[in-house]
């Protein structure tokens, strides 16, 4: 099945600490984004690659850092630099910039 | 920046009425994209709208896009439980990344 995957589905982390959150799609789409969504609130983007060895920041991307050494992976790095890091983070596909976007089921990070 | 303002915030309704979101822009876009996140889940793609004045049709929503392309609609006849969630617009400001709004949450009450 083709699709956008997203690993592990919760995370929890100690303050401090550096985490990573995996992406990774078999779609063949060129970008890549991650957003990020606070309880009850809308998505903010931290990142996006419009291709392949590309990224941009988004509006949010203090504290976050990002890859994009294969077409299929965008990891996400949270580091220790963001203030207020426990949130949902959702990743998303598109075939190319700004069109239907394609979603993971997205992962609850924790960090206490 | 690029504001997005989506009303109203929230709506309850009872099973079989309808219901309506307005998405809002400051400037004018190119197009515009609907999403539907269920609670605890992931948005999910319903539509983009690109010409001026465009009404599209999905067996029960009609999503509306302005003659001015600043603002769009999504409504919703005889609302039933299976729409339960949160509708999001996702604005494009000719070129510049998707700002999505806050959201309308929509419960239904059977």
């Known amino acids: 099945d083709g699709g956008i995957t997203q690993s592990p589905k919760y995370l929890f982390r100690k303050e401090g600490q550096n985490v990573t959150l995996s992406c990774e799609q078999n779609?063949?789409?060129?970008?890549m984004y991650w957003y990020r969504q606070d309880p009850g609130q809308g998505l903010r983007l931290i990142y996006y690659s419009q291709i392949v060895n590309d990224f941009q920041k988004g509006d949010i991307a203090e504290g976050y850092s990002v890859s994009r050494e294969k077409k299929e992976s965008f990891p996400l790095t949270v580091t220790s630099a963001q203030k207020n890091p426990t949130a949902f983070y959702l990743c998303?596909?598109?075939?190319?910039?700004?069109?239907?976007?394609?979603f993971g089921q997205g992962t609850r990070l924790t960090v206490v | 920046g690029q504001q997005v303002m989506q009303i109203p915030q929230y709506q309850h309704v009872q099973e079989g009425e309808d219901f309506t979101t307005y998405c809002n822009s400051s400037?004018?876009?190119?197009?515009i994209q609907w999403y539907k996140q269920r609670p605890g889940g992931h948005p999910v793609f319903l539509i983009q709208?690109?010409?001026?004045?465009e009404v599209k049709k999905q067996k029960r929503l009609t999503f509306q896009f302005g003659e001015a392309k600043k603002n769009s609609s999504l409504h919703i006849t005889a609302t039933q439980t299976t729409d339960v969630g949160t509708y999001f617009c996702?604005?494009?400001?000719?070129?510049?990344?998707?700002?999505f709004g806050p959201g309308t949450r929509l419960s239904v009450l059977p």
């Open positions: 709208l690109v010409k001026s004045g």
């Open positions: 400037t004018t876009l190119s197009n």
């Open positions: 998303a596909s598109s075939i190319e910039l700004n069109t239907e976007a394609f």
């Open positions: 996702a604005e494009d400001n000719y070129g510049q990344n998707f700002v």
């Open positions: 779609l063949n789409h060129d970008a």
